[in-house]
T-cell receptor
Framework: NAGVTQTPKFRVLKTGQSMTLLCAQDMNHEYMYWYRQDPGMGLRLIHYSVGEGTTAKGEVPDGYNVSRLKKQNFLLGLESAAPSQTSVYFC????????????FGPGTRLLVL | GQNIDQPTEMTATEGAIVQINCTYQ??????LFWYQQHAGEAPTFLSYNVLDGLEEKGRFSSFLSRSKGYSYLLLKELQMKDSASYLCAPMDSNYQLIWGAGTKLIIKP
């Protein structure tokens, strides 16, 4: 089992460019999450999904879109990148949302210039 | 509002014991998780408490008091590899994890 994988590991964007971050899990988990982690702050939830074809907004959804077309994949899109979106992005998955452990991918480091 | 408070940084000596405290205020409560995060890596699960009391798992133990909104992580027989950040994350009434900023633990020989 690879667990949770993320692509790419690192990316540099110019302001205004778009990109998609891919998260894949092979644990047959129902729930998937996208977080961002910034220095001195806790993980903040961007969007999440409770199953294939469903998505919901988290704490900081502005500037991001997501899609969950397949159960094992959760995509995070940045339509027009801004320097404020420079961060480390973590994807996580869990068997279900209720008191289940979340398993994290290795992270994507994004720098927006 | 929802709030998590844990020390920013702690230092301890190899072989010693350290306790990392976490106080929280959440809208509802469905248990509390502790995660370990080494620098540049992903968080990994350490423990989950939903009832009051102490849960022991090898060198690590976690304690919860729901009435006080308080938890601690106890690490015994510290090893250099325990140098990491420790994240406290209670789960609110919507089953969302509310993450603290983490406590950076530095282990000295």
């Amino acid at each position: 089992n690879a667990g949770v994988t993320q692509t790419p590991k690192f990316r540099v964007l110019k302001t205004g460019q778009s990109m998609t971050l891919l998260c894949a899990q092979d644990m047959n988990h129902e729930y998937m999450y996208w977080y961002r982690q910034d220095p001195g702050m806790g993980l903040r939830l961007i969007h999440y999904s409770v199953g294939e074809g469903t998505t919901a907004k988290g704490e900081v959804p502005d500037g991001y879109n997501v899609s969950r077309l397949k159960k094992q994949n959760f995509l995070l899109g940045l339509e027009s990148a801004a320097p404020s979106q420079t961060s480390v992005y973590f994807c996580a998955s869990s068997l279900a949302g209720e008191a289940e452990t979340q398993y994290f991918g290795p992270g994507t480091r994004l720098l927006v210039l | 509002g929802q709030n998590i408070d844990q020390p920013t940084e702690m230092t301890a000596t190899e072989g010693a014991i350290v306790q990392i405290n976490c106080t929280y205020q959440t809208s509802g409560f469905n248990g509390l998780f502790w995660y370990q995060q080494h620098a540049g890596e992903a968080p990994t699960f350490l423990s989950y408490n939903v009832l009051d009391g102490l849960e022991e798992k090898g060198r690590f133990s976690s304690f919860l008091s729901r009435s006080k909104g308080y938890s601690y992580l106890l690490l015994k027989e510290l090893q250099m590899k325990d140098s990491a950040s420790y994240l406290c994350a209670p789960m609110d009434s919507n089953y969302q994890l509310i993450w603290g900023a983490g406590t950076k633990l530095i282990i000295k020989p």
